[in-house]
């Protein structure tokens, strides 16, 4: 009788002892060959530097952007052969999600093993609009999903993503509160909107967007388009047009012309270096951007 209960206990100790090996080659296996590390793929430039913040100097993760620094949204992005490649290599591929990267539903079937991360997907997109990073409050609770994701997907290092997270979190607290600082004097003033991103500030400042023109990227504007843009601002009494540098600057100049506005260009935080403090930055450049706007 007791050589049985022997026995069994025996086996149950090879048993426990093959799957540990087994879990650790597994786990060797899905490391990245290059340095021994996780492979963390961030879809673009706003989720990675998120995500450098939350990963930081983590010994076992590594990390790499898909899309360039200076590629912008990715509404109309199409993976590259080297893209697929390093997507084959990931362990996991964090994204800003609500309809961003329109690849991503060719991606999951592509990668079943693949684990993406939508760290937008806790929020509320308003009239799906996915630029949901331009709002402070926002990007904190896209942070906080995507390091409760690391955190599960890699539990060894859940002391250190969790300890980068807290840091980064306390520095964009501060950042809430300066907008808030700024929002009595935004409240309710009427601007016109050559970016949906802006629809973000006008919910952290709590300002009203009468007119949108969506000029996120390269195109020609109607003259139907321009009149309408005219008279949303007479009609609003709005003096404020707030549009984005790059694909908005031409336009504004010729708006500026026909009426009296005053232009500014908020950064709308999707293109830019690959300094972890470049959202905060930024940011507070916006903060003082809007400080003008609408102080007296
Ligand atoms: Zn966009």
């Known amino acids: 009788m007791r050589n049985k209960y022997c026995f069994t206990a025996v086996m149950l100790f090879c048993v426990a002892l093959c799957a ?31 995500a450098a913040n939350v990963i930081g100097d983590c010994p076992g993760i590594r990390l790499q952007n ?4 200076q590629t912008g949204c990715l509404h109309d992005f199409q993976l590259t052969p ?18 961003m990267e329109s690849f991503l539903t060719d ?20 009239n799906g609009n996915a630029h949901a990073w331009m709002s402070v409050k926002s990007y904190r609770k896209m942070t906080e999903t995507m390091t409760e994701s690391l955190c599960s997907l890699f539990p060894d290092y859940e002391k250190e993503l969790r300890e980068n997270a807290r840091v980064y979190d306390a520095k964009l607290k501060e950042l809430e509160e300066a907008q808030q600082e700024i929002a009595a004097d935004a409240e309710g003033k009427k601007i016109i909107s050559f970016h949906e991103a802006y629809e973000y500030l006008a919910k952290d400042y709590g300002f009203e967007i009468c007119y949108t023109l969506n000029l996120d990227e ?7 388009e321009a009149a ?3 008279s949303a601002a007479r009609e609003n009494h709005a003096d404020i047009l707030f549009a984005e540098e790059l694909y908005g600057k031409e336009f504004s ?19 830019g270096d690959y300094d972890p403090d470049a ?11 809007l400080k003008k706007a609408f102080g007296d």
């Open 66 to 69: 898909l899309s360039e620094p």
């Open 82 to 99: 080297e893209d697929m490649k390093l997507l084959s290599s990931a362990d996991v591929f964090l994204v800003n999600g609500g309809g």
């Open 107 to 126: 991606t999951a079937k592509e990668y079943p093993e693949l684990a993406i991360i939508e760290t937008a997907k806790d929020l509320i997109l308003p």
């Open 253 to 271: 100049d010729m708006i500026k012309k026909e009426i009296d506005m005053e232009v500014y260009y908020p950064d709308t935080l999707v293109r």
């Open 218 to 224: 390269e195109r020609q504007v109607s003259a139907g």
């Open 228 to 230: 309408d843009v005219l």
């Open 279 to 289: 959202y905060i930055n930024g940011m507070q450049d916006n903060i003082h951007l």
């Open 20 to 50: 540990g090996i087994f879990t650790g080659i597994c786990r060797t296996m899905q490391k990245d060959n290059e340095e021994g590390k996780f492979l963390a793929v961030t879809s673009f430039y706003p989720v990675y530097i998120a």
